[in-house]
C-alpha cells in the first residue's frame, strides 16, 4: 500500500530513499505486514529496478519560474520525452523541405554568380552561361550518385568526415569535418543575405539595413528550430514546394513565349546599368565563372549528413530525397539560365536586382500577382534555406562531441530532442560571420564551395579505398563511380582554390587548419582526462581516506558561522577557523569573543593592514596545506537571502573564495548555504549569541 502523506525515511538503519518500508503489526498477535512509504510518489515513479522522473519534477515552484516557463512553452513548446523521438523523424517529403532546401533554393542565385564573373569581360561573355550550369549540372549528377553510396556505407550519419576517418584517418576526417562545419556556417549566412536580396528586388527600402533584416531572419530559424525538427519540417515543408511550383510555372510560360516567337524584351535593372568588359574573355574568367556557378552544388552533402534524421528504412529514404533534390535543382537551374541567356538578362552591378526577379519581370511584367508570388515564394525558400545549415551543423557536431573532437554540450539533445547547443552556436558564428561581410551574397560566395568540394573529394576517396578494402559484392561499379567522382570533385576544388583565392576564398584555407588543430586538442583533452579518471579495474575498491584539515573562513560569529562550524566538526577532528580583521583592534575584539564562544575549535586571526581579504586567505590555506599531506577541506558559512534581488546587498564573499579555490589542488571547497528558515535546526550556541559585527 502507499501513502502520499508520510514522510517515508527508508528506514531506521539505512540511508534516506525515495520508497521506505514500514513494519506494521496486524489485528492478532504474530501478525506483521510491511507498509510501502512513497512520499515522492508524484514526482518520481518505479521502472523496473529504477525511478523515472514526472514532468512534475521539472514544474518551477516560484511565480516567475512559472512566467519563464509559460514563455518558453510559447516559443520552443512543450517538453518532449526521449522515446519521442522516433515520431520527431522525417519523411521524405518534409525531409526535402528541410535538408534540401539549401540547395535546391541555391538555383535562385548560382546562374548570377556565374554571370557575375562573365560580365566582366563583356555582354558577349554571358552566351559561355548555359554551357557552365550544364557543366555544373554534370557535376551534380556525379556528387548525388556519389553520395548515394555514402548514405549506404554510412547510414548512421557522418557523412564526409565518418568516411574519410575510417578509411583515411583521423586528421583527413578532421579536415572533411572542419570543411562541412564552415560550409554550414556559409549556408545560414549566404542563405540568408540572399533571402533579403531577393525582398529587396521588389521592396528596394530594404537594401539600405539588409543587415538587421538577415540577422532577424537568422533569429526566426533558430527559434523554429529549437522546437525540434518535425516541427522545423512543417513549418518549411510549404515555402519550398510553393517556390518550386511558381519557377516551375515560370520556366514553362518562358519556353512556350520562346517557342511560340514571342520574345520578350529584357528589363533594365533597378540599380541601373554600368558598362562591362573591362577585361579580356580568358580561360581564367571562365573557370572562375564556373568556380562561381558551383555555389549550386552546396547543400547536396546534407542529405548524407543527416540520414539518420529520416525515418525508417532511413537510407532508402535519404537516397530518394538525394535524387528529387538533384532532379528539381537541375530543372530550375538549367530553366533559368536558359531564360536568363535568350532574353539577354545582365546582372546589375549594384546587386540592388536580382537576375531571377529581372527575368520574372520581362516574362510577366512588373507588379504583376504572379510577379510577387515568385519573388515572395523566392525569398522565403533563400531565408529558409539557411535551415539545411541549422539541420546539419548540429547533428555533425554531435557525431564529433561523441567522438570526443568537439565539446560534449553538443551531444546534448534539448527539451525538444534538437541538438540546442549547437543550434545556438550556429546561428551566433553565422551571425558574426554575415554582420563582417556586409550581407552581400557577392562578398560570402567565394567562401562557400571551396569546403563542400573538399568534403565531396575526401568522402569519395575515401569510399574508393573502402571498396578496395571490403570487395563487397558490387564493389567493383562502387569503385568506378566513386573514383570518377573524386576525379571531378578533386578538379573543380582545384579550380575554386585557385580561381577564388585573392576574392576570399583563402580565409577559408586559414581558418581550416585552425579549428582541425582545435578539434584535436579538444580530444587530446579528454583522452588524457579519460585515462586519469578511469579505474584500473572494475573491481578496484573503495579507498580509505585520512579525516581531511578543515578549515573555516569566518567573517562574523552569526548562526551561519555555528552552522558551518557544526557541519566541520561532524566531518573531521581536525578543524580550526580562521579570521581576517582589517585592524589590530578589531582582530583582538573577535578572538575575544570567540574564546567566550568556545574553546573546541581553534581560531587563527590575520590582520590586513591592506584591507585586503582573499590574498591572505588563499596564502593561509596554502602554508597550512605544506605543513600537513591531508587534504584540506575548507568549509563556507554562505547566508542566502529570501529573494534573488536581495543578492546584491550582501558582498559575496563566499562565491569569491569559491571561484578563487576552484583549480586548486588538494582542496575541497564545501558550502554551507544558511536560509533563514533554518534557524533553531537543533543548532544552539553555548551562550547567547553576540550581535554581529
Not at 527508508?10 to 530513499?17: L, R, T
Not at 546534407?302 to 532511413?314: C, D, L
Request: charged share 20%; proline share 6%; glycine share 8%.
Amino acid at each position: 500500500m502507499s501513502d502520499e502523506k508520510g514522510k517515508g525515511d527508508g528506514g531506521d538503519d539505512g540511508p534516506p530513499s525515495l520508497e521506505g518500508r514500514d513494519a506494521k503489526s496486524g489485528r492478532r498477535p504474530g501478525d506483521r505486514y510491511i507498509r510501502i512509504v512513497r512520499p515522492a510518489a508524484g514526482e518520481f515513479r518505479r521502472r523496473g529496478g529504477h525511478y523515472v522522473a514526472t514532468p512534475r519534477v521539472d514544474r518551477p515552484a516560484s511565480r516567475l519560474g512559472r512566467g519563464y516557463e509559460a514563455a518558453r512553452r510559447i516559443l520552443f513548446g512543450s517538453r518532449l520525452t526521449s522515446e519521442e523521438e522516433e515520431g520527431e523523424r522525417l519523411s521524405k517529403k518534409t525531409g526535402l523541405a528541410i535538408l534540401a532546401s539549401d540547395n535546391i533554393s541555391s538555383s535562385a542565385y548560382a546562374t548570377e554568380e556565374a554571370m557575375r564573373v562573365l560580365a566582366i569581360a563583356g555582354a558577349a561573355a554571358l552566351a559561355l552561361t548555359m554551357p557552365i550550369a550544364i557543366a555544373v549540372c554534370v557535376v551534380l549528377a556525379v556528387v548525388i550518385l556519389s553520395e548515394s553510396r555514402v548514405i549506404r556505407a554510412y547510414p548512421n550519419g557522418g557523412g564526409s568526415y565518418l568516411v574519410a576517418k575510417d578509411n583515411h584517418g583521423v586528421i583527413p576526417g578532421l579536415i572533411a569535418a572542419s570543411a562541412l562545419l564552415i560550409d554550414y556556417v556559409l549556408t545560414v549566412a549566404v542563405s540568408s543575405a540572399a533571402g533579403v536580396a531577393a525582398i529587396s528586388s521588389f521592396v528596394p527600402e530594404v537594401y539600405d539595413n539588409r543587415v538587421l533584416w538577415s540577422l532577424g531572419l537568422i533569429a526566426l530559424l533558430t527559434i523554429g528550430n529549437l522546437r525540434g525538427i518535425r516541427e522545423a519540417g512543417v513549418i518549411f515543408a510549404a515555402p519550398t514546394y510553393v517556390y518550386v511550383i511558381s519557377l516551375l510555372g515560370l520556366i514553362g510560360y518562358g519556353l512556350f513565349r520562346i517557342a511560340s516567337g514571342d520574345l520578350p524584351v529584357a528589363v533594365v535593372p533597378r540599380g541601373g546599368s554600368e558598362a562591362h568588359g573591362v577585361e579580356a574573355l580568358t580561360a581564367l574568367v571562365v573557370l572562375r565563372a564556373f568556380a562561381s556557378g558551383s555555389v549550386g552544388l552546396t547543400g547536396s552533402e546534407a542529405v548524407a549528413n543527416g540520414v539518420p534524421n529520416f525515418k525508417a528504412p532511413e537510407p532508402r529514404n535519404a537516397v530518394i530525397t538525394l535524387v528529387w533534390m538533384g532532379a528539381i535543382f537541375g530543372t530550375l537551374f538549367l530553366g533559368l539560365t536558359y531564360l536568363a541567356t535568350s532574353i539577354g538578362i545582365a546582372p546589375d552591378p549594384s546587386e540592388l536586382e536580382t537576375v531571377n526577379s529581372m527575368v520574372t519581370r520581362s516574362l510577366v511584367g512588373d507588379g504583376t500577382p504572379f510577379y510577387y508570388l515568385v519573388q515572395i515564394a523566392t525569398a522565403v525558400i533563400l531565408m529558409l534555406a539557411a535551415n539545411t545549415g541549422f539541420s546539419g551543423f548540429p547533428r555533425l557536431a554531435s557525431v564529433l562531441a561523441d567522438d570526443r573532437f568537439m565539446p560534449r554540450q553538443f551531444a546534448f539533445r534539448g527539451e525538444r530532442l534538437a541538438f540546442s547547443f549547437g543550434i545556438i552556436a550556429l546561428a551566433l558564428v553565422s551571425a558574426a560571420v554575415l554582420t563582417k561581410f556586409d550581407g552581400s551574397v557577392t562578398k560570402l560566395v567565394p567562401l562557400y564551395t571551396i569546403g563542400v568540394f573538399l568534403a565531396f573529394t575526401l568522402s569519395q576517396s575515401g569510399l574508393v579505398r573502402r571498396w578496395w578494402r571490403l570487395r563487397s559484392p558490387g564493389w567493383r561499379l562502387s569503385m568506378v563511380i566513386n573514383t570518377f567522382g573524386a576525379l571531378v570533385t578533386g578538379t573543380v576544388l582545384v579550380v575554386v582554390a585557385v580561381t577564388k583565392f585573392e576574392h576570399g576564398a583563402w580565409m577559408v584555407l586559414v581558418v581550416m587548419p585552425v579549428l582541425v588543430g582545435m578539434l584535436y586538442a579538444i580530444n587530446r583533452h579528454y583522452r588524457t582526462v579519460h585515462d586519469a579518471l578511469t579505474l584500473d579495474r572494475p573491481d578496484e575498491p573503495i579507498p580509505v581516506l585520512k579525516p581531511p584539515v578543515v578549515i573555516i573562513p569566518v567573517a562574523r560569529l552569526d548562526r551561519a558561522t555555528l552552522q558551518a562550524v557544526a557541519f566541520a566538526r561532524s566531518i573531521s577532528p581536525t578543524v580550526r577557523a580562521v579570521h581576517i580583521a582589517s585592524t589590530a583592534e578589531s582582530a583582538e575584539e573577535f578572538a575575544r569573543r570567540w574564546r567566550r564562544w568556545t574553546t573546541e575549535v581553534p581560531l587563527d586571526v590575520i590582520e590586513s593592514p591592506y584591507r585586503s581579504l582573499l590574498q591572505p586567505l588563499l596564502r593561509y590555506i596554502e602554508r597550512i596545506d605544506e605543513r600537513d599531506d591531508r587534504p584540506i577541506t575548507v568549509v563556507l558559512a554562505e547566508f542566502v537571502p529570501r529573494n534573488w534581488w536581495e543578492f546584491i546587498l550582501h558582498s559575496q564573499t563566499a562565491l569569491r573564495l569559491k571561484l578563487s579555490l576552484l583549480f586548486r589542488p588538494n582542496t575541497i571547497v564545501i558550502d554551507i548555504p544558511y536560509h533563514t528558515e533554518d534557524t533553531g535546526h537543533g543548532l544552539t550556541p553555548r551562550e547567547p549569541e553576540e550581535p554581529s559585527q
